[in-house]
């Protein structure tokens, strides 16, 4: 694989590019960039498989990068600080990133996603942008990749997830049915303050789409779509009074 860095710190760029000849030799870095004009003169030129893409540059933000080279087939990796607003800024829009300082576990993994993983599509790029840039603000939409493409969907319409080993099934109200390669665990963290309840190991549902609590059998939720969704036994007591409360 062939990488542009585009970092505006020298030492920065140095550390990322000994980190990649020790733990990612099949990665070869073909040039470097300390701003968006030396970068936009390069990608010019030539085309890289991965862009290690730093978020903030002295004369712009990386995204500046991306609008002026909407159909780039580059597969993007963000380096950013750590940050609580912009970490789950990418978890929404399900795109790569890279904490500093970067960690090289965490380096042969995004390398290893980027030789399999779909580009972000411009519609993840612009969520990601948007939510980063107003921090106060929950998300209405989210990013999910499967492995056929990026889908943005209104997390509105998302009825339930289902747990399926270290994938998880995505079920819209159209009847939809997407394919995620994460786990349920990532999104329970994500989808918890958009009113999702994890009512079993495998199950997390929107509270706008059950339709009732029926008893019987041990308990289970019957959806608005018709859908029966067991509750376990230590969330039966929760599942109950969060009904009561609507």
Known sequence: MTALIVEDMPQAVQVLQNDLAEYCPEVEV???????????????????????LDILLGDGTGFDLLEIFPHLPSRIIFITASDEHAIRAFRYAAVDYLLK????????????????????????????????????????RISLTSQERIAVVEIANIVRCESDGNNTWFVLASGEKIFVTRTLKQ????????????????????????REFVKKDGGYLLLKNGNLIPVSVRKRAEVVELLENL
């Open 187 to 210: 999104f329970e963290q994500l989808l918890e303050k958009h009113d999702f309840i994890r009512v079993h190991q495998s199950h997390l549902v929107s509270l706008k789409y059950i």
């Open 101 to 140: 300082p970067v960690e090289p576990g965490q380096l042969k993994e995004a390398v290893q996603r980027a030789k399999t993983r779909l580009s972000g599509t411009s519609e993840s790029l612009h969520l990601l942008r948007e939510t980063i840039r107003r921090p106060e603000a929950l998300p209405s």
């Open 30 to 52: 073909i040039g470097t960039a300390g701003s968006i004009v030396t970068a936009a003169k390069f990608l010019r030129q030539a085309v890289p498989d991965v862009i290690f």
